[in-house]
């Protein structure tokens, strides 16, 4: 059986059924979205609905992004945050036009039964974010920073790869974990198209909402499955590029 940890959505259900197919995944392999399904291409509420149905013939774990935790607030409330409404809210509002309002109810279930993080029996950690506890995630006191925190890549991404796990210079955030799998920063930010890897913190956001990939990376032999670029699959589109 295959673990296989797949990065921000955003939207792009062709991207997502195109990366499944070329990962040939079967109801054997262990699915863990490291969250933000939505906001972005145009099938936001097309991917949510995907992804209900495939959590009934797979092993699928779904962690909670920030973009999720705006569309779950606009599916109960019926109000979007203009901060999420500029930043792809506006489209998914939309994608949700031809779906009824159990359908909604459905969907907004799903975000509300979503975890924030997720530690395997290997301690390893996924969460969309970061944390900022020395402690550990059991310690973080504002959870928001499970779905918004940066500060953890950024530290990974400093850190000298020759410097021991014992060493007093090693983070304590970082000791915790065997390893840990986010999203929600985008790779194409360093100019890399592929999931990174800093100390042992594994990001597999590689800008699907922008002008990257849809990646999944098995997280025992680090092999990197990738959809097509999504502005290739949605070429009348602009996802999150304004411009």
């Known amino acids: 059986m295959r673990t296989l940890a797949i990065g921000d959505i955003h939207g792009g259900l062709r991207a997502l059924?195109?990366?499944?197919?070329?990962?040939?995944?079967?109801?054997?392999?262990?699915?863990?979205?490291?969250?933000?399904?939505?906001d972005g291409w145009s099938d936001s509420a097309q991917v949510v609905q995907y992804l209900l149905e495939l959590s009934k013939t797979n092993d699928c774990t779904f962690i909670k992004g920030n973009h999720d935790v705006w569309c779950e607030d606009w599916l109960r409330t019926g109000e979007g945050e203009p901060v999420w409404l500029a930043h792809g809210g506006k489209e998914t509002v939309e994608s949700y036009e031809t779906f009824s309002e159990?359908?909604?109810?459905?969907?907004?279930?799903?975000?509300?039964?979503m975890d924030l993080c997720h530690i395997d029996d290997q301690n390893r950690l996924f969460l969309h974010a970061?944390?900022?506890?020395?402690?550990?995630?059991?310690?973080?006191?504002?959870?928001?920073?499970?779905?918004?925190d940066r500060t953890l890549w950024e530290m990974a991404l400093t850190m000298d790869k020759r410097i021991d796990k014992n060493s007093e210079l090693y983070p304590n955030r970082l000791k915790h974990y065997h390893e840990i799998y986010i999203g929600h920063t985008p790779t194409t930010n360093f100019n890399q198209d592929k999931p990174m890897n800093a100390i042992n913190v594994w990001n597999v956001d590689t800008g699907a909402a922008f002008l990257g990939k849809l990646s999944a990376i098995d997280i025992d032999t680090k092999t990197v499955f990738q959809s097509d670029t999504l502005k290739d699959l949605y070429p009348n589109e602009l996802g999150r590029n304004k411009s």
């Not at 040939?24 to 939505?38: M, S």
């Not at 159990?102 to 039964?113: A, R, S």
């Open 17 to 38: 059924i195109q990366l499944l197919n070329r990962a040939n995944v079967t109801t054997d392999d262990r699915l863990i979205f490291v969250g933000d399904y939505v």
């Open 102 to 113: 159990d359908d909604k109810k459905q969907h907004l279930y799903f975000f509300e039964d």
């Open 130 to 148: 970061g944390f900022t506890s020395m402690h550990g995630i059991e310690r973080e006191i504002h959870k928001e920073n499970f779905y918004f």
